[in-house]
């Protein structure tokens, strides 16, 4: 596996629970239906912009991140683009998605598009996340990622392809990850540690990534460090 895009090539679609989001809201999604929205995500980020190089900054607030933040991470990180998580101006920013409610009415720079998961916005300029991704295709679009490439900016650095990568492999094995492990993810994207112990290690490992709080490992977040428990 060399590139992060990898982790939802099309042979490692399969019925295995992948996400699942307790609650009123409650969803679940398989390795397959994952990798089918991150495709289609995918492309839907590229026909406003995103690309090798591009920045996609991604709302997901303080706590858990909503499963249309999952699945817009890898759709930018399949094109080569560098997402940037809770960034605190949108200054170099290309494309934002987050919640509908933090983005209706939200001042952004010139040339930056906008689109909200949720509900539909009530603003025009600002695109509906899932219901303009339905019709999208999903099959992979041919970018050239480089594990070189740069694929996460946070306050604390910026983080290659090859490096999220080798700190998810290192993370699985150290916590003795397996495909019977619940690993709760409540800990905000904007913290590398947590993308890396929340997000990286249970897709390597074969484990799924629960929103909610029955889990066999916790990452939780506190001061912009994350926390991981067994």
């Known amino acids: 596996m060399d590139v992060l895009g990898d982790l939802v090539s099309p042979e490692r ?19 397959e239906q994952f990798r089918v929205d991150a495709w289609k995500a995918s492309n839907l980020l590229r ?9 996609v900054g991604l709302l997901d607030g303080d706590g858990p991140p909503d499963p249309q933040a999952l699945i817009a991470l890898f759709g930018a990180w399949t094109l080569g683009g560098t997402v940037r998580p809770n960034p605190v101006d949108m200054d170099g920013v290309d494309v934002v998605v987050g919640p509908t409610d933090a983005l209706d009415g939200r001042d952004l720079p010139p040339g930056c598009k906008a689109m909200g998961f949720g509900r539909p916005p009530d603003d025009p300029t600002v695109a509906h996340f899932e219901g303009e991704r339905w019709s999208e295709n999903p099959v992979p679009f041919p970018a050239d990622v480089k594990p070189s490439d740069r694929a996460l900016r946070t306050d604390d650095g910026e983080y290659t392809h090859a490096e999220l990568l080798a700190d998810g492999e290192q ?24 993308v890396v112990a929340g997000v990286l290690a249970p897709l390597l490992s074969g484990a799924t990534i629960t929103l909610g ?8 977040g506190d001061d912009g460090t994350a926390t991981v428990s067994r």
């Open 13 to 31: 679609g399969d019925d295995r629970l992948w996400i699942h989001r307790p609650g009123p809201r409650s969803r679940s999604w398989s390795g």
């Open 47 to 55: 026909h406003y912009g995103v690309r090798e190089g591009a920045t």
């Open 171 to 194: 993370a699985s094995e150290k916590f003795g990850l397996g495909a019977d492990d619940i690993v709760a993810l409540r800990a905000s994207l904007s913290d590398a540690g947590a």
């Open 213 to 220: 709080d029955e889990a066999t490992i916790t990452v939780t």
